[in-house]
């Protein structure tokens, strides 16, 4: 009956927690509105098929460089396809590198961070010692290497970031984990028996998470800018397919600059948009789950 006073006066319960958060996100006006433009960034990404107007990867050199039009949106590129058709099926490229990447990174930072931070000792040491190796390297350097090496396509830039990008959520939630690990209702979780698996993803990491959550918002932009970088380098998603990345390629000629300058605007734009709308999500997060 003690241990049980204990965990109730000493942890809220999780859906409590949930509920508070909600609570202040939706206080964060900006926060608010960007979720809003990045769920109907995704619903449009989703349907782009449905859509989109024109076929992204349909020339026309007659139609090279018109300027927004009913016909044509958001004008056409160098090579007279419809910019708004390929701008629609770029958000698909570079969000799902986004969303996909930092999940999976998400899913190994917690498993290697809630291993080393629970047991820690000699596991945590040979764990943290390969995270350090890793984050040794110089990734985007590393990045370019490895998607030089090998065909450049959506799954094998998604392999890099993931391999790449999941050093820092371990180390956040091993932190975490280690100030969780000993309080009284994971001592109590231990008394009746519980498995450290059960204990681990059940009572710690659900009080230990948001930190992680956060960062994962706020690494999506830097996943889309970077994919969106490796693309306007040539080394990502490769043509006819369309990404942002690879449609300011497109624009470097200096005819498109002068002549038809809404081709580099509008894609730019969009990576924007996109990387600021998950900053204000992730800092409307960060105050949701101040407990201060």
Known sequence: MNVAVSNNTTQPAPRVIKHRAWGRFKRNKMAVVGLVIMVALILLA????????????????????????KEHWFGTDDLGRDLFSRVLYGARVSLSVGIFSVLFNVIIGVIVGSIAGYYGG???????????MMLAFPQFFLLIAVVTLFKPSLFNIIVVFVVFGWMGKSRLLRGQIMSVKNREYVDAARTIGMSDFRIIFVHI??????PVIVSATLQMGGMILSESTLSFLGLGIQPPFASWGNILQSAQNLTVMTKAPWVPIIPGFMIFLTIMCFNFIGDGLRNAFDSR
């Open 46 to 69: 989703l349907f782009a098929p449905l859509i989109a107007t024109h076929d992204p990867a349909e020339q026309d050199l007659l139609q090279r460089l018109k300027p927004p039009s």
């Open 205 to 210: 990491l659900p009080n230990a998470i948001a």
């Open 122 to 132: 000699k596991t945590d040491s040979i764990l943290m010692r390969f995270v350090d």
